[in-house]
Protein backbone atom coordinates (compact mmCIF):
# COMPACT_ATOMS: atom_id res chain seq x y z
CA UNK A 1 0.00 0.00 0.00
CA UNK A 2 3.20 2.31 0.78
CA UNK A 3 4.38 1.74 -2.46
CA UNK A 4 1.17 2.20 -4.46
CA UNK A 5 0.25 6.07 -2.25
CA UNK A 6 4.24 6.49 -3.19
CA UNK A 7 3.82 6.07 -7.01
CA UNK A 8 0.23 7.92 -6.78
CA UNK A 9 2.01 11.22 -4.96
CA UNK A 10 4.89 10.51 -7.45
CA UNK A 11 2.63 10.77 -10.38
CA UNK A 12 0.59 13.78 -9.17
CA UNK A 13 3.87 15.74 -8.36
CA UNK A 14 5.94 14.69 -11.15
CA UNK A 15 3.54 13.64 -13.97
CA UNK A 16 4.69 11.70 -17.02
CA UNK A 17 5.64 13.31 -20.05
CA UNK A 18 6.03 12.02 -23.63
CA UNK A 19 9.59 12.07 -24.89
CA UNK A 20 8.56 13.30 -28.33
CA UNK A 21 6.03 15.64 -28.34
CA UNK A 22 5.81 16.33 -24.31
CA UNK A 23 2.11 15.75 -23.76
CA UNK A 24 1.40 14.53 -20.03
CA UNK A 25 0.28 10.98 -19.77
CA UNK A 26 2.94 8.87 -20.63
CA UNK A 27 6.62 8.43 -21.84
CA UNK A 28 5.96 7.32 -25.58
CA UNK A 29 2.26 8.72 -26.86
CA UNK A 30 0.55 6.45 -29.47
CA UNK A 31 1.14 8.61 -32.20
CA UNK A 32 5.05 9.24 -31.29
CA UNK A 33 5.30 5.10 -30.74
CA UNK A 34 3.71 4.96 -34.37
CA UNK A 35 6.32 7.24 -35.88
CA UNK A 36 9.20 5.96 -33.92
CA UNK A 37 12.23 5.86 -36.32
CA UNK A 38 14.26 2.46 -36.00
CA UNK A 39 17.84 2.05 -37.59
CA UNK A 40 17.90 1.10 -40.55
CA UNK A 41 21.64 0.15 -41.63
CA UNK A 42 23.70 -1.37 -39.02
CA UNK A 43 27.72 -0.60 -39.09
CA UNK A 44 31.08 -2.42 -37.98
CA UNK A 45 32.20 -1.90 -35.02
CA UNK A 46 35.26 -0.92 -34.87
CA UNK A 47 34.96 1.53 -38.18
CA UNK A 48 31.21 1.77 -38.40
CA UNK A 49 31.83 0.94 -42.23
CA UNK A 50 27.94 -0.17 -43.51
CA UNK A 51 27.83 -3.98 -43.31
CA UNK A 52 25.21 -6.70 -43.71
CA UNK A 53 23.50 -7.22 -40.21
CA UNK A 54 26.31 -4.79 -38.33
CA UNK A 55 28.62 -7.38 -39.00
CA UNK A 56 32.25 -6.69 -38.66
CA UNK A 57 33.79 -5.49 -41.88
CA UNK A 58 36.49 -7.71 -43.69
CA UNK A 59 39.18 -5.33 -43.17
CA UNK A 60 38.32 -5.65 -39.24
CA UNK A 61 37.26 -9.06 -38.98
CA UNK A 62 39.06 -11.31 -36.47
CA UNK A 63 38.50 -8.82 -33.82
CA UNK A 64 36.19 -9.09 -30.24
CA UNK A 65 33.51 -8.06 -31.84
CA UNK A 66 31.73 -10.20 -34.91
CA UNK A 67 29.00 -7.90 -34.94
CA UNK A 68 26.86 -5.48 -33.20
CA UNK A 69 22.84 -4.61 -34.38
CA UNK A 70 21.18 -1.46 -32.54
CA UNK A 71 17.62 -0.81 -32.52
CA UNK A 72 18.42 3.43 -33.09
CA UNK A 73 20.61 6.39 -32.98
CA UNK A 74 21.54 7.77 -29.65
CA UNK A 75 21.26 11.06 -32.07
CA UNK A 76 17.28 10.35 -31.76
CA UNK A 77 16.26 13.04 -29.52
CA UNK A 78 12.94 10.41 -28.18
CA UNK A 79 15.49 7.34 -27.49
CA UNK A 80 18.09 9.49 -25.93
CA UNK A 81 15.99 10.90 -23.58
CA UNK A 82 14.30 7.79 -22.95
CA UNK A 83 17.42 6.32 -22.23
CA UNK A 84 18.55 9.22 -19.66
CA UNK A 85 15.50 9.28 -18.35
CA UNK A 86 15.61 5.37 -17.40
CA UNK A 87 18.93 5.56 -16.60
CA UNK A 88 19.82 8.71 -14.43
CA UNK A 89 16.59 9.24 -13.83
CA UNK A 90 15.48 6.10 -12.60
CA UNK A 91 12.05 6.39 -14.23
CA UNK A 92 11.39 2.87 -14.23
CA UNK A 93 7.95 3.48 -16.14
CA UNK A 94 10.38 3.79 -19.62
CA UNK A 95 11.06 -0.14 -19.35
CA UNK A 96 7.58 -1.64 -20.37
CA UNK A 97 8.29 1.37 -23.41
CA UNK A 98 11.13 0.41 -24.21
CA UNK A 99 10.40 -3.42 -24.48
CA UNK A 100 7.52 -2.23 -27.19
CA UNK A 101 10.01 -1.02 -28.92
CA UNK A 102 12.39 -3.68 -28.99
CA UNK A 103 9.91 -6.18 -29.64
CA UNK A 104 8.41 -3.89 -32.83
CA UNK A 105 11.83 -3.84 -34.01
CA UNK A 106 12.61 -7.41 -33.80
CA UNK A 107 9.46 -8.20 -35.12
CA UNK A 108 10.19 -5.94 -38.31
CA UNK A 109 14.02 -6.81 -38.90
CA UNK A 110 14.97 -9.83 -37.49
CA UNK A 111 18.70 -8.65 -37.84
CA UNK A 112 20.14 -10.86 -34.68
CA UNK A 113 21.40 -14.22 -35.92
CA UNK A 114 20.40 -17.54 -35.83
CA UNK A 115 21.42 -20.55 -33.90
CA UNK A 116 22.54 -21.78 -30.34
CA UNK A 117 22.89 -18.43 -28.49
CA UNK A 118 22.98 -17.76 -24.94
CA UNK A 119 22.20 -13.78 -23.71
CA UNK A 120 24.72 -11.61 -21.67
CA UNK A 121 24.11 -8.49 -20.29
CA UNK A 122 27.46 -6.17 -19.77
CA UNK A 123 27.41 -6.32 -15.66
CA UNK A 124 27.50 -3.27 -13.39
CA UNK A 125 29.68 -3.14 -10.46
CA UNK A 126 27.92 -4.17 -7.55
CA UNK A 127 28.84 -0.80 -5.68
CA UNK A 128 26.85 0.60 -8.86
CA UNK A 129 24.02 -1.47 -9.39
CA UNK A 130 23.17 -0.81 -5.64
CA UNK A 131 23.44 3.25 -6.02
CA UNK A 132 21.04 2.81 -9.01
CA UNK A 133 19.16 0.37 -7.84
CA UNK A 134 19.35 -1.67 -11.21
CA UNK A 135 21.32 -3.06 -14.13
CA UNK A 136 20.00 -1.57 -16.90
CA UNK A 137 21.34 -4.31 -19.26
CA UNK A 138 20.24 -6.95 -17.21
CA UNK A 139 17.06 -5.87 -18.17
CA UNK A 140 17.89 -5.33 -21.57
CA UNK A 141 19.28 -9.14 -21.71
CA UNK A 142 15.89 -10.49 -20.67
CA UNK A 143 13.84 -8.80 -23.18
CA UNK A 144 16.02 -10.29 -25.67
CA UNK A 145 15.86 -12.98 -24.42
CA UNK A 146 12.16 -13.35 -24.47
CA UNK A 147 11.76 -11.82 -27.49
CA UNK A 148 13.65 -14.71 -29.27
CA UNK A 149 13.12 -17.54 -26.84
CA UNK A 150 16.87 -18.03 -26.04
CA UNK A 151 18.48 -18.85 -22.67
CA UNK A 152 19.73 -15.76 -20.37
CA UNK A 153 23.04 -15.99 -18.29
CA UNK A 154 23.95 -12.82 -15.86
CA UNK A 155 26.33 -14.49 -14.17
CA UNK A 156 28.94 -15.89 -16.55
CA UNK A 157 30.41 -11.98 -16.76
CA UNK A 158 31.70 -10.05 -13.87
CA UNK A 159 32.79 -6.35 -13.42
CA UNK A 160 35.97 -6.57 -11.21
CA UNK A 161 36.54 -2.99 -10.96
CA UNK A 162 34.47 0.33 -10.00
CA UNK A 163 35.90 3.06 -11.55
CA UNK A 164 34.42 6.25 -10.65
CA UNK A 165 33.31 9.91 -13.38
CA UNK A 166 36.23 11.44 -12.06
CA UNK A 167 38.55 8.82 -12.24
CA UNK A 168 37.87 8.12 -16.06
CA UNK A 169 38.19 11.74 -16.97
CA UNK A 170 42.16 11.41 -15.84
CA UNK A 171 42.91 8.46 -17.69
CA UNK A 172 43.62 9.70 -21.56
CA UNK A 173 42.36 7.38 -24.10
CA UNK A 174 45.20 4.51 -24.83
CA UNK A 175 45.41 4.33 -20.95
CA UNK A 176 41.74 3.88 -20.43
CA UNK A 177 41.11 1.46 -23.71
CA UNK A 178 44.02 -1.17 -21.78
CA UNK A 179 42.43 -0.91 -18.71
CA UNK A 180 38.88 -1.24 -19.83
CA UNK A 181 40.31 -5.50 -19.92
CA UNK A 182 41.18 -5.49 -16.37
CA UNK A 183 37.64 -4.46 -15.68
CA UNK A 184 36.00 -7.90 -16.51
CA UNK A 185 36.52 -11.54 -15.80
CA UNK A 186 34.37 -14.71 -17.06
CA UNK A 187 33.47 -17.05 -14.47
CA UNK A 188 33.90 -20.72 -16.07
CA UNK A 189 33.38 -22.02 -18.95
CA UNK A 190 32.10 -19.25 -21.61
CA UNK A 191 29.08 -19.81 -24.27
CA UNK A 192 29.83 -20.97 -27.42
CA UNK A 193 28.03 -17.98 -29.30
CA UNK A 194 26.89 -15.21 -27.31
CA UNK A 195 24.70 -11.90 -28.01
CA UNK A 196 26.08 -9.74 -25.39
CA UNK A 197 23.32 -7.01 -24.32
CA UNK A 198 23.91 -3.34 -23.06
CA UNK A 199 21.92 0.30 -23.43
CA UNK A 200 24.16 2.33 -25.63
CA UNK A 201 27.32 1.42 -27.83
CA UNK A 202 29.64 4.61 -28.14
CA UNK A 203 33.52 4.26 -29.05
CA UNK A 204 32.71 0.44 -28.22
CA UNK A 205 35.42 -0.26 -25.56
CA UNK A 206 33.21 -1.49 -22.90
CA UNK A 207 31.66 -4.28 -25.42
CA UNK A 208 34.74 -5.14 -27.10
CA UNK A 209 36.54 -5.95 -23.81
CA UNK A 210 33.82 -7.75 -22.64
CA UNK A 211 33.92 -10.10 -25.99
CA UNK A 212 37.65 -10.06 -25.54
CA UNK A 213 37.62 -12.19 -22.12
CA UNK A 214 34.26 -13.73 -23.27
CA UNK A 215 36.43 -15.33 -25.59
CA UNK A 216 39.73 -16.21 -23.98
CA UNK A 217 36.93 -18.35 -21.68
CA UNK A 218 35.95 -19.96 -24.83
CA UNK A 219 33.24 -18.30 -26.42
CA UNK A 220 33.68 -18.30 -30.44
CA UNK A 221 31.13 -15.83 -31.28
CA UNK A 222 30.09 -12.61 -29.63
CA UNK A 223 27.49 -9.78 -31.09
CA UNK A 224 27.07 -6.57 -29.07
CA UNK A 225 22.74 -5.84 -29.75
CA UNK A 226 22.28 -2.05 -28.12
CA UNK A 227 19.10 0.22 -28.06
CA UNK A 228 21.36 3.14 -29.32
CA UNK A 229 24.65 3.47 -31.41
CA UNK A 230 26.64 6.87 -30.34
CA UNK A 231 27.55 7.42 -34.29
Known sequence: MAVGLFKTLKDTIFPLSCVGCQRDGELL????????????TQHCPVCEAPTVYGSTCAEHVGGDLD???ALGWYANPQLQTLIRQWKYGYV???EPVIERLVSVWMNQTQQLPTGEWVVVPVPLHPIRERQRGFNQASILSRMVSD???IPMDTLILIRTRHV?????KMEDKTKRAANHLDHFRVDGQAPRQVILVDDVYTTGKTM???????KRAGAQTV???VLARGD
Not at 164 to 168: D, H, I, N, S, V
Not at 208 to 214: G, T
Open 223 to 225: WGC
Open 147 to 149: ELG
Open 208 to 214: QACARVL
Open 29 to 40: CTVCRAGFVFRN
Open 164 to 168: LKAQA
Open 67 to 69: GVV
Open 92 to 94: REA
